[in-house]
């Protein structure tokens, strides 16, 4: 089956979105009375963060049971209701599939454990541990009776064996189960790291000592194959891989039709423009360097998966964009850059409101396992502790997490949130921007439409025009229409010489005339019509 080029995607992390039994917990039941909302946004596909039976280690991605709904989230009946509901909307669901690792809660880990023959080797268990490192920090390897297991993440995900056939099977029927019940495809995380060719020691690395053990193997690739071949072929799907450290070359190995792998993957390269050797050394964001990043990718893979924001990355805007003085700009200017690329466009839920970063005060404030087991990391090697939380404030992944913003009040539910709501839900929600017409979930609404009504955003290719320090000028051109994207992603007006004429499409400021001199954070996008004769 050929990959719809058409979609829009937009990601639920459910514990977030929509509380519908005053838990503090976003839940199912709560995503369903949010189906028309996320209709109304015009986009095509759901990908739902992990909503299965977990402990909630890694706030689902430690999974315990494939086939059951966490009941925080609510049941399966939920789940169908979800699902059918979004068909009956013209929306498709696609699931995270985390198959690296499970939940060490896992009943085949319990029996792992216990030394059950059958599951045994489900794991990966040594007498003594290596000295590989977990992408959480510190050792990747714990100790329980007498052995140690494999851990890539944290001790409470234990990695599966992909070396054990029966692991295959297992995961082959979890796949079909969920295809069988309606949904779409699956977001597969971090897929290109389930593959160990061997134990052995790696080279001594700030992070991840070890990964040229496990990272982007063939054997991954045969992995991708079988599952492509014995279970998605049999339905419609739509599949995204979640690929760490990738190349472009990379990339396309995971994505060329004729491979048969994967439909697209996310990669992290233009996460990585603003941080020096890892995620928590930030430096100061130059956007000539996405600029170039975006531009290598768009030229040099075959289909991109775009995105500037998830469950795991810092707010867009407070991080590439202004989130104080050119919120709106930036927040549109952002989207205007997301939508003309080539490739699928995602949305993470709050982006299409222009959600900050959350304004956490203190360490209690955070949840996630990761932000907390880098802080203390961050003690051992000796960094103050008042750097060490300003480093947390940057980049935790709770920056994504806070509760939806629906309304002045928060909206989200009724009582207070798992998570502290963000003071500036306030200013920014959904009630409000939904009534005005200039917001920037409005001009979100707009760029979809768009998108939709022209081929070319979607089948056009891509050539720059110009690249400076805060300009961005490129062509997208099929055979009907030619689109000219300018971005200025700068608190300076900045001037633009070559300048295309054809028709304003959409542009984030109004203005008597749009001629040479850019606005702060001004971006517009220009059509023209190719004359057949
Ligand atoms: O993330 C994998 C990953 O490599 C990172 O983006 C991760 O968020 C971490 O910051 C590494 O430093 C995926 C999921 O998206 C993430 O939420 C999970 O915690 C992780 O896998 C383990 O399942
Ligand atoms: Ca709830």
Known sequence: MALNKD??????????????????????????SKLNYIKSLGVDVLWLSPVYKSPNDDNGYDISDYKAINPEFGSMKDMEKLISEANLRGIKIIMDLVINHTSDE??????????????????IW????????????????????NQYYLHLFSKKQPDLNWHHPPVMDEIKDVMRFWLDKGIYGFRCDVINIIFKSSLKNGRKRLVLTGREHYHQQEGMHDILKELRRDVLNQYETFTVGETVMVTPKQANDLILPERKELDMIFSFAHMEVDQI??????????????????????????????????????????RFGDDQTYHDESAKLLATLLFSLRGTPYIFQGQEIGMTNGDFMAMEEFKDVETHRIYELGKTLRIPEKIR?????KTSR????????????????????????????????VLDQDSHAKSILNYYRQLIKLRKKYHVFRDGDFQVLRKTNKIFYFKRANEIHDLYVIINMSKKETIIKELNDGELLITNIEKKYYDHVLSPYEARIYIKEKRND
């Open 7 to 32: 979609l829009v995607v937009y990601q639920i992390y459910p514990r977030s979105f929509k509380d519908s039994n005053d838990d503090g917990i976003g839940d199912i039941k709560g995503i369903i």
């Open 106 to 123: 896992h009943e085949w880990f319990q029996k792992s454990v216990q030394g059950d023959p059958k599951y045994k080797n489900y794991y």
């Open 126 to 145: 040594k007498d003594k541990p290596n000295n590989w490192t977990s992408f959480f920090g510190g050792k990747a390897w714990d100790k329980i009776n």
């Open 277 to 318: 050797n890892n995620k928590w050394f930030k430096t100061k964001f130059k956007p000539k360097k996405l600029f170039n990043c975006l531009t290598k990718w768009q030229e040099e893979v075959y289909w991109n998966a775009n995105y500037f924001e998830n469950h795991d990355q810092p707010r867009s805007v407070s």
């Open 389 to 393: 939380f300003k480093m947390m404030q």
């Open 398 to 429: 709770d920056n994504a997490r806070t509760p939806m913003q629906w309304h002045q009040n928060g909206g989200f539910s009724t009582v207070d949130p798992w998570l502290k709501q963000n003071e500036n839900t306030k200013f920014i929600n």
